[in-house]
């Protein structure tokens, strides 16, 4: 392997990682720092402050300030449009020192980092939107209700100071689709990064702060769960929390939010469906399910269709396709253009996906390729062979829990009736895909579904498009126009029908 994190930490200039608190970048008061060490090979990419309950609550109250006596919710819409454009321009033009920074972080190739939906561009893309927003999203106008002598109309007012909470697989994408909206609705922000993801985010808030960003109107803090991610969500100064993540943790969140009422905004994950009926494409069905769980993130994606619910009589056609994207995966140096996955995030990581691994072949589904560790000079890192796992019930565990690795299982079923059965006979609901060329099956299993998006024959994430999931895989919708209103409280202001105010 060519990578030597040194070299290339070098050339993308990295430092290790400080507080944003106030407009003002510090270590931790307490000193403490976190050491992440690079998937691919082990080597120390640097350190990041640790922020204890005292920053946080410096961050979250320079947060209250910026939007309690602050100028930035009463920003002409005009202005905060601009700005955010601006944010999207600087983005794109820093996209390759960002991609650099984003392969150090979670060693997503650069091969990768400009085509799926996490890329850099596709961050810009969320800021111009919602930057469209801001003059547009308006309230309504009601007449007298019955014979009253009341008009009514409703006023979107932000929500106030967001704690925003960041994964480490899209950190992009999730910058963006949590900043981007909160700030064109007028709140303030405290953005806690992954640990397993920091110096790329960091780059984006220092481009946010040049492209003209108020002080105190976004903060950040850096550090594990505990004792960081605890302290910003406990605050009781914090209206509303965003968070991308684990259920387990998702859960945690809903508990501390209780106590204040703090608005939630949740996306958990998945064990998504993919529906292949025979008389559609089986190949570019194989193709892309293996494709979602192995090309780039190693199936570390919330929305990969790890489960593919196959008729038997496109079963064998299927596992074929999937088996060639399998055995065409490459390893190794996310700057080597010729490399197409990443390794696993961390080792706690590899030693889950290796249980599940095993589970599967305990419980009886059959391994049709990969399960194993990477060899020879991938041993170093985290990484696994991309694993099929055929003939698999439904209530297997490698079919139930989302592995969170380059793993399919896949199985089969007789009718449409069975198939949307097994597509929701899961806690999860983010999302599926169906792939028929019969377009009333389509849009007939398509509403049958409990997910918040289907895909037909494809799938994608838009920037303007809802994204969420039903049951365990969270609460709210991320990106469009529900996105910007997840920022917002909705007011109710009754006019006397009189010639002057009461």
Known sequence: MALTVQ???????????????DGQWRQARAGRTWTHHHPATGEVIGDIAVAGAEDVDEAVRAARRAFDEGPWPTTRVGERSRLLRRCSDLLRENADDLRARQALDNSVPLSFATVYAGSVDVAADVFDHHAGWIDKAGGETFPPYQGGDHLAMTLREPVGVVAAVLPWNAPFLLFA??????????????????EYATFSVLRMVELLQEAGIPDGVLNVVTGPGDPTGEALI??????????????????????????????VSLELGGKS???????????????????MVTLGLSGQACVATTRALVHRDAYDEFI??????????TYGDPFDPGVLSSPLINQRQLERVLGFIEQGRQEGARLVTGGGRGDGELSAGNF???????????????AQQEIFGPVLTV??????????????????????GVYTKDVQRAFRVAKRIRA????????????HLPFGGYKQSGLGREGGRSAYESFTELKTVLLPLTDELM
């Open 7 to 21: 070299q290339h930490r070098d050339a993308a200039g990295l430092k290790d990682g400080l507080l944003l608190v």
């Open 177 to 194: 689709q949590k900043v981007a909206p909160a700030l064109a609705a007028g709140c303030t922000v405290v953005l806690k990064p992954s």
């Open 234 to 263: 406990t605050h009781p100064q914090v209206d509303k929390v965003s968070f991308t993540g684990s259920r387990e943790v998702g859960r945690r969140v809903v508990e501390a939010a209780a106590g204040t009422m703090k608005r």
């Open 273 to 291: 469906p993919a529906i292949v009926f025979p008389d559609g494409d089986v190949g570019l069905a194989g193709m892309t399910a293996m494709g």
């Open 320 to 329: 074929g396709a999937a088996e060639l994207i399998a055995g065409s995966v």
């Open 384 to 398: 696994v062979q991309p694993t099929i796992f055929a003939d698999a019930a439904n209530s297997m565990a490698v």
């Open 411 to 432: 199985v089969p079923f007789d009718d449409e009736d069975e198939a949307v059965r097994l597509a929701n006979d899961t806690e999860y609901g983010l999302g599926a």
């Open 452 to 463: 918040g998006t289907v895909g037909i024959n494809g799938f994608q994430v838009e920037p």
